[in-house]
């Protein structure tokens, strides 16, 4: 694999993976449009978690008073840390759930159309903006109920539909309950943190069962870059993100995903 392709792979995972303007449909098009051979294991192992570890450096308040909530959780103790704790531990099956369902029963393959990825993106990208229009901003996470966090953890197992996004889907769902922008996107954000480690367990599984040819020739060299750069990347992206959007809302997301959306059909169309 080359550097250029390595740099955009981990680029386009760092930039797009906690924007709702999903990321799993800007790392298969490429591979599709260029016809890039598969990354292997080891790539998507070092992604995986140079992602994660940049939503742990952000939110590491956020995460430290998750592990005290768990503890607490494990006394018997209900207070602001352990609901928080409580109410992602609600919201992370249903997508972990199906993701294996659809992993075992070989429609992850599937569903990873071009022609899903555009609809996906062009009607996810709409509902995203009409939520945040119509959507009262007056609840924060403190304000979240276990039968909330369920139907959060419920929008979230639809974003395993490529081109849905996981962070655009969770956000509108949020923002339909009422949450406001930033606490929408934080609460996103937090539920993606065991989601993203499961998905790099489970590729770090894969990697020490993979045989050297499914490696795709990539060293570890090539995984620290990538790690490095997906690191850097989504610590900017979530930085810039959570300070801008109380301000700008979701439609500059909507107009991207419309263009990219019908761009997709016009190249599917051609092609």
Known sequence: MSWLHLTLLALIQGLTEFLPVSSSAHLILPAKIFGW???GPLIDVMAHFGSLFAVIAYFRKDVGAIFIGL?????GKLNVNSTL?????????PALLLGAALRFSGWDELIRS????ACTTIVFGILLWLSDIWGKQTRTTEDLTWRGA???????AIALIPGTSRSGITMTAARSMGFTRT????????????IIGVGGLFALYSLSSAEPAELAG??????LWVAFLSFIAAFACISVFMKWISRIGMLPF??????????????IMLT
Do not use: C, H, V
């Not at 909507?254 to 190249?267: D, K, P, Q, T």
């Open 37 to 39: 051979q598969d990354q």
């Open 71 to 75: 503890l607490d959780l494990i006394k």
């Open 85 to 93: 704790a409580l109410n992602l531990i609600i919201a992370t099956p």
């Open 114 to 117: 071009p022609f899903i990825i």
């Open 150 to 156: 369920f139907g959060l953890g419920l929008a979230q």
């Open 183 to 194: 606490e929408a996107a934080r609460f996103s954000m937090l539920m993606s943190l065991p």
């Open 218 to 223: 990539a060293s570890l060299a090539d995984g």
């Open 254 to 267: 909507m107009l991207y995903r419309l263009a990219l959306g019908g761009a997709l059909l016009a190249w």
